[in-house]
């Protein structure tokens, strides 16, 4: 038996057809089914023909296009934080494929992915591609090249990890009067070891403590010449409880690399990390025939810039506000974490350069997406109700019914409703 069922809600009138039927057991049921094509949000899938397809039409100038437009609409006057990271792969049809530092631990070659996110904003700037085997240190010049014409050489912010020092990068943007930066400085430079000499007697007190979040700080800001022609503030800081974590951990380090080379000597002696801080000698006096005791001197050296950091700027005066936007830099790790895990962008499984660059592109303005409705949820504190998977779901659901060419959208339930209002969104109608 059919027949027709009339449901209103509110202004509208929805018509399901109404089937009785009898199951397996005999036992009667009842089915409606709406009248009418019912539209959901188009979510779908591509296969993999068709996914190669996509990469392969995008070109160079319009990714350019779009970071030129992209960058014009980003107008906040906020910091950029910079960093690499390491996509790997098996293709050895990827001409920027190359073996390098591999930031995963992966023993795999790979390309560089360069990527700025905005502290503030929490959204990905710019991103660009680059070779394997190429440093950090050695892409900043070209980043920032191809950056300035994005931005039609508007003032930047920058902050950046030691990994992008060098005395040539620093000549290289003082030289830019729009540009403002602040980046750590490796103690394997003379000024870093120098800046933390100088004030490693007298850094130690109650006037120079700063904290930040739960840290308490020691810290020194001094202004001082980088060259004849531009001054640079230099920000001294020493963490004592990290320097002393470091002390504990490499001590008892040392002990256990003691303790087995005096009931292993013959291997011990042949291996680099217990020669590094152990003497293993042979000897007449010993059972084992060796003695095994620490050097001193290579374990205190190791310890001597413990605890400490040195950075550089030409913009920020202030110690804690310096060491405020080097933290937030991690806004560009979290960056890196999605596109790699929520983004599928681990491995690159295409087989070109062109397709590897396009890939990384789609992944850019995915990441786009993914980092604005984080920050909303964060901000509106969605979290607390819903994962993101959950929200993406909730909105899914989303349906409009038509009949006879008139459109006619399902009521909105309450999660719905919230979720709208979180991004600012107005609800349809």
């Not at 100038?61 to 996509?87: G, H, P, V």
């Not at 007190?205 to 800001?221: E, L, Y």
């Not at 109700?385 to 060419?405: A, C, D, P, V």
Request: aromatic residues 10%; charged residues 25%.
């Amino acid at each position: 038996m059919t027949c027709i069922v009339k449901q209103k809600v509110g202004n509208h009138t929805y018509l399901y057809e109404s089937k009785s039927y009898r199951n397996s057991e005999g036992k009667s049921r009842n089915k409606r089914c709406l009248i009418g094509n019912t539209e959901c949000l188009p979510v779908g899938s591509m296969s993999s023909q068709r996914i190669s397809e996509l990469m392969g039409v995008i070109s160079a100038d319009q990714q350019n296009q779009f970071y030129q437009l992209w960058c014009k609409l980003r107008s906040e006057k906020e910091y950029l934080a910079l960093d690499i990271t390491s996509i790997s792969s098996y293709s050895n049809l990827i001409d920027d494929v190359e073996w390098g530092y591999n930031r995963d631990h992966e023993s795999l070659p790979q390309v560089n992915l360069c990527l700025l996110m905005g502290e503030n904003s929490h959204l990905p700037i710019y991103q660009e591609f680059y070779s394997g085997s190429l440093k950090d240190v050695s892409t900043l010049k070209t980043t920032l090249s191809k950056l300035a014409i994005f931005t039609q050489n508007r003032p930047l912010r920058l902050v950046m990890d030691k990994g992008f020092y060098s005395i040539q990068n620093v000549n290289s943007m003082l030289e830019q009067a729009d540009l403002r930066w602040l980046i750590a400085v490796p103690f394997t430079t003379g000024i870093a070891k120098k800046s933390v000499d100088s004030e490693r007697k007298d850094i130690d007190r109650v006037t120079n403590t700063i904290v930040i979040g739960s840290d308490s700080i020691r810290a020194v800001t001094k202004e001082q010449a980088w060259n004849p022609e531009h001054r640079i503030y230099v920000h001294v800081y020493y963490n004592a409880l990290k320097g002393a974590k470091i002390r504990e951990d490499l001590y008892s380090y040392t002990a256990r690399l003691r303790d087995f080379a005096k009931e292993n000597p013959v291997m011990a002696s042949g291996d680099a990390q217990y020669r590094k801080y152990l003497i293993i000698r042979r000897s007449t006096k010993q059972s084992s025939g060796y003695t095994v005791s620490i050097r001193e001197d290579a374990v205190e050296k190791a310890l001597g810039y413990a605890g400490w950091m040195v950075l550089i700027s030409n913009d920020v005066s202030e110690a804690t506000e310096a060491l405020r936007i080097y933290r937030d830099k991690d806004v560009v790790e979290k960056g890196f974490d999605r596109m790699k895990n929520n983004l599928d962008l681990g491995r690159l499984r295409v087989h070109s350069n062109h397709n590897a660059r396009n890939k990384t592109f789609v992944g850019f303005l995915a990441l786009i997406l993914l980092s604005k409705i984080h920050y909303t949820m964060l901000q509106e504190k969605l979290y607390c109700k819903m994962t993101m998977k959950e929200l993406l779901l909730t909105l899914s659901k989303l349906r409009r019914q038509e009949i006879k060419g008139t459109k006619i959208l399902f009521p909105l339930t309450r999660l719905q409703m919230t979720i709208f209002k979180a991004f600012g969104v107005k609800e349809p109608a």
